[in-house]
């Protein structure tokens, strides 16, 4: 009796497509994808322009941070603002903020690290193990 109650489930299951290739799936009821090529492919697809942003963004603070390490392999130094912007540093990206006590605001691109001094000189620093 069991087994034919099954096959009667069976009979009246709904087909369900692959999103991607809209192929047959068979298996679970919440399958929603035959393989995981079609369902890479369909979330690359969805997420295209999302991923291309950042992508964009990344490539920004990526420049940026070879930049401040170029001017800056050693640790701490000074240096005027043309010199940032003939590499063509970007000042609107940055990876984080930090606030000292002093009231100072360092901006960060990942661990390379740079703050407005005066005479439109800025000083660049590494990140500390102490700064979060």
């Known amino acids: 009796m069991l087994i034919l109650v099954n096959l009667v489930q069976v009979n009246h299951r709904r087909e369900i497509n692959c999103l991607e290739c809209q192929e047959k799936l068979v298996g679970r009821r919440d399958q929603k994808f035959c393989c995981d090529y079609c369902r890479n492919t369909f979330n690359n697809r969805i997420n295209e322009d999302a991923n291309a942003i950042v992508r964009k963004i990344n490539s920004i603070l990526r420049k940026n941070r070879r930049i401040l390490f170029k001017l800056n392999p050693n640790g ?24 000292t006590k002093n009231g100072h605001q360092y901006f960060f691109c990942y661990d390379m690290g740079y703050r407005a001094i005066e005479n439109q000189e800025f000083l660049l620093v590494h990140k500390q193990e102490y700064v979060s």
């Open 76 to 99: 701490k130094k000074t240096v005027h603002l043309i010199q940032l912007a003939e590499l063509g540093f970007n000042f609107h990206y940055h990876t984080n903020s930090y606030s």
